[in-house]
T-cell receptor, first 116, second 113 residues
Framework: SQTIHQWPATLVQPVGSPLSLECTVE??????LYWYRQAAGRGLQLLFY??????ISSEVPQNLSASRPQDRQFILSSKKLLLSDSGFYLC???????????????FGSGTRLTVV | RKEVEQDPGPFNVPEGATVAFNCTYS??????FFWYRQDCRKEPKLLMS???SGNEDGRFTAQLNRASQYISLLIRDSKLSDSATYLC??????????????FGRGTSLIVHP
């Protein structure tokens, strides 16, 4: 069966420090991968998505970047965190091309980031 | 910008009540639809997919109306454990056989004794 791992679960970082959040998927190949942010009391905002290795699309301009160095690994980074980067970061995956679009999306357990 | 709109609530209902949520979407090309449930400080989890013919899973019924561009979720015989935020999700094609989901901001349900 497929599983998605996301770490760390919580993180407190000072303003101006770098960030690296990692997400890996097991039990599937060529998944579509997504990074979301959920600010307190707000909806899920799509940050990045990837349909393959090295292919990253950004939905909104921001202080963050994403990379996909391996098929099942998705990394969210920042060189210098801002206070506004605080939030609940969620990685998600779904089956890739030519597959059942009714499969739905599975989320990792999330990283709660507080920038101080 | 493609939009997915939900009434944020909260819907405050007694145990045993029937409650319904609606969600409207703006992109007529949207292909597939889902309801997710999110508990406080947890990740969203898939509740059910929504098909044109409507589908039922126990106490939950989901409907899709493509003409009016909305989906609905009906919960019968509400339980305390149904208290959560319910997210509407719309899958939009981006070309090349891929899709990206757009999430509504969620509807909060509180079931009280």
């Amino acid at each position: 069966s497929q599983t998605i791992h996301q770490w760390p679960a919580t993180l407190v970082q000072p303003v101006g420090s770098p960030l690296s959040l990692e997400c890996t998927v097991e039990g599937t190949s060529n998944p579509n991968l997504y990074w979301y942010r959920q600010a307190a009391g707000r909806g899920l905002q799509l940050l990045f998505y990837s349909v393959g290795i090295g292919q990253i699309s950004s939905e909104v301009p921001q202080n963050l970047s994403a990379s996909r160095p391996q098929d099942r690994q998705f990394i969210l980074s920042s060189k210098k965190l801002l206070l506004s980067d605080s939030g609940f970061y969620l990685c998600a995956w779904c089956r890739g091309l030519d597959t059942d679009i009714f499969h739905g999306y599975t989320f990792g357990s999330g990283t709660r980031l507080t920038v101080v | 910008r493609k939009e997915v709109e939900q009434d944020p609530g909260p819907f405050n209902v007694p145990e045993g009540a029937t409650v319904a949520f609606n969600c409207t979407y703006s992109n007529s090309a949207s292909q597939s639809f889902f309801w997710y449930r999110q508990d406080c400080r947890k990740e969203p989890k898939l509740l059910m997919s929504v098909y044109s013919s409507g589908n039922e899973d126990g106490r939950f019924t989901a409907q899709l109306n493509r003409a009016s561009q909305y989906i609905s979720l009906l919960i019968r015989d509400s339980k305390l454990s149904d208290s959560a935020t319910y997210l509407c999700v719309v899958n939009d094609p981006i070309g090349g056989g891929s899709y990206i989901p757009t999430f509504g901001r969620g509807t909060s349900l509180i079931v009280h004794p």
